[in-house]
């Protein structure tokens, strides 16, 4: 069964304040592995698709990497709208290519 | 290119009624997913329709269904609704097939509280 665990489940910086949230995954075969970022009461916006170890993407103060057992979005000189929660999901080789989410990180970022 | 868009916004119910979730998916899009988000969880796959037919299912009960449309709009039906059923529903149009990259269009969601 497909596992995805965030940490930390809550993150407070402040303005300027760099840090990083982890997803570790189990999958069978990653065939994707995606961050999306999600404002409170609304759906999921989606932001990178990473497919293969070592890959990097990169959006104004985000960016994604990715290992074999997991991925990292870093964010640099974070601003208050950044606060949001993260959300990862992983999508596995063969079957139906469902992704499976984790629970996310709630950030905030204070001014 | 219009979005993905859901309805209602927010509902209310009480135990034991039926509720009828519906979702328009994004232009060209051929397949949708449901999730249920419970407050400070991820979302948990419900089921997919793709080209009218369900195309995988996650563990809910059978009194959680759906149906797509020619238009690949879709609805999702509860029924007998518990307590527990309270949740942000999110709809998630995307491509399948030889364009599939994955990526999932979401609403914004369903609100429903069940009392």
């Known amino acids: 069964e497909d596992q995805v665990t965030q940490s930390p489940e809550a993150l407070r910086l402040q303005e300027g304040e760099s840090s990083s949230l982890n997803c570790s995954y189990t999958?069978?075969?990653?065939?994707?592995l995606f961050w999306y970022r999600q404002d409170p009461g609304k759906g999921p916006e989606f932001l990178f698709t990473l497919y293969s170890a070592g890959e990097e993407k990169e959006k104004e103060r985000l960016k994604a990497t990715l290992t074999k057992k997991e991925s990292f979005l870093h964010i640099t000189a974070p601003k208050p709208e950044d606060s949001a929660t993260y959300l990862c999901a992983v999508q596995a080789i063969g079957g139906s290519y469902i992704p499976t989410f984790g629970r996310g990180t709630s950030l905030i970022v204070h001014p | 290119e219009t979005g993905v868009t859901q309805s209602p916004t927010h509902l209310i119910k009480t135990r034991g009624q039926q509720v009828t979730l519906r979702c328009s998916s994004q232009s060209g899009h051929n397949t949708v997913s449901w999730y249920q988000q419970a407050l400070g969880q991820g979302p948990q796959f419900i089921f997919q329709y793709y080209r009218e037919e369900e195309n995988g299912r996650g563990n809910f009960p059978p009194r959680f269904s759906g149906l797509q449309f020619p238009n690949y709009s879709s609805e999702l039906n509860v029924n007998a609704l518990e307590l527990d059923d309270s949740a942000l529903y999110l709809c998630a149009s995307s491509i399948s097939g030889g364009e599939d990259t994955g990526e999932l269009f979401f609403g914004e969601g369903s609100r429903l509280t069940v009392l």
């Open positions: 999958v069978s075969g990653l065939r994707g």
